[in-house]
């Protein structure tokens, strides 16, 4: 099973977790799609969106001495939208209803978010092994 399989995998299994979630997607730092769970083709614009958004949480936490980035949380009129560090490489961002248990989204995102990021990371050593 490939690294991208996998963390659709995990996509499909945090949206079986929380059924308000509308959207899952997981994405390099760098702004290209990994994999995704979601039901529009928008995939592509919110993993560029979250790259910028993940550089101004970086020198946001970093300016004000809050350390390394961890998550942000976004709230809409139409619900959520949550970015969280996965691994050094990817990021994991979630789309929610606004009925949404914040708590809750929290606490499996955070789970989700460093499944993910040993996925990715892992992929990423072992290309580079020689």
Known sequence: MT???????????????????????????DGLVLAHDTVDGAAES???????????????????????????LVRGEGGYVATYAAGGSAVLTLLAEPRTNVGRLHLEARRSSARIGDLVDGALDRRDTP
């Open 46 to 72: 919110v993993a560029a969106l979250t790259a910028a958004a993940l550089g101004v949480g970086r020198r946001l936490t970093d300016s004000t001495g809050q350390g390394a980035f961890r998550e942000m």
């Open 3 to 29: 690294a991208e399989a996998e963390v659709l995998g995990e996509l499909r299994r945090l949206r079986a977790r929380l059924p308000q979630l509308t959207g899952a997607l997981a994405a390099s730092v």
